[in-house]
């Protein structure tokens, strides 16, 4: 992911409860004008459901 951090993703995530389904961890982000290119990564994560902000930062990040 070129240009994109995990402090990218959790800023634009700010405020959504990270123990959730993935399109109900990023609808908060979207509806908040958060850059589309930072919500796409998460909106496609192989994974349904995360169980906090390590769970998902993983998921993004290390299978990249």
């Known amino acids: 992911m070129a240009g994109m951090s995990p402090v990218?993703?959790?800023k634009a995530l700010k405020g959504a409860d990270h123990t959730a389904?993935?399109?109900?961890?990023?609808?908060p982000a979207r509806g908040d004008g958060a850059d589309e290119k930072v919500v796409d990564k998460p909106s496609h994560a192989g994974t349904e459901r995360f169980d906090g902000p390590?769970?998902?930062?993983?998921?993004?990040?290390?299978n990249a």
Do not use: N
């Not at 389904?21 to 990023?26: A, E, K, N």
């Not at 390590?54 to 290390?62: E, R």
């Open 21 to 27: 389904g993935r399109d109900d961890l990023v609808a």
């Open 8 to 10: 990218d993703v959790r």
């Open 54 to 62: 390590d769970d998902l930062q993983k998921d993004l990040f290390d």
